[in-house]
């Protein structure tokens, strides 16, 4: 498979699972999930080692990805945050556009905290989707169990939810199976009262 960033110095880059092309941006994180694999030192998801030597540039995600019209989708995820990386990500979206592959960044929504601003214009046309994880109920158990660096946090991926809808056509919000606090109804109810989808995931899979 095209999975591996030949002529480059950077491991681990791309992962080819469920007819989707997986791009792994960082390493990194705005969250420190209680679930994440990485909490327990695994960084071995679905048999692949997700840990990065450094974050890979544009032209080493573009050779991991290889034609994307062999794909349904190429996603940008991994164990971290891509947004992080958002512009170099969106830059090689753009790219990747160019060729034919329908783009999808697996994210936890608090871009626009991190940036300081609304970037949800910013992906218009070159992302067609979005998988936004919502992890938790309210804001409460999110705070207990995603531990993010500020209590403002649950309330920023909401809002980021609403403001992405204008900009991105495909919304998928996500709660992880499988841990105790988490209320999976209650989840899906959130994705249906801000009109997007709602989607369970297992811990420890690519989505």
Request: charged share 25%; with cysteine.
């Amino acid at each position: 498979m095209t999975m591996s960033a030949q002529a480059s110095n950077v491991s681990h880059v791309a992962y080819a699972l469920h007819g989707n092309c997986y791009i792994n941006v960082t390493n990194r994180c705005t969250l420190n999930c209680a679930f994440c694999p990485k909490a327990a030192g695994n960084w071995i998801v679905e048999g692949y080692d997700m840990h990065l030597d450094r974050d890979p540039n544009i032209k080493e995600m573009l050779v991991a990805a290889g034609n994307p019209r062999f794909y349904r989708e190429i996603v940008f995820c991994g164990l971290g945050e891509p947004t992080l990386r958002l512009y170099t990500v969106l830059e090689a979206a753009r790219l990747l556009r160019r060729r034919g592959a329908w783009i999808r960044i697996n994210t936890n929504g608090l871009a626009n905290l991190v940036y300081g601003r609304d970037v949800t214009p910013d992906l218009e046309g070159n992302v067609q989707a979005l998988s936004i994880a919502l992890n938790a109920q309210d804001e409460t158990v999110y705070n207990r169990v995603c531990r993010p660096p500020s209590p403002d946090a649950y309330r920023s991926l909401l809002d980021f939810t609403r403001r992405a809808r204008d900009f991105v056509p495909d919304i998928t919000l996500t709660a992880p199976e499988g841990v105790d606090e988490v209320d999976l109804a209650a989840c899906q109810r959130i994705a249906l009262d801000l009109g997007v989808k709602f989607r369970r995931r297992a811990c420890g899979r690519i989505d």
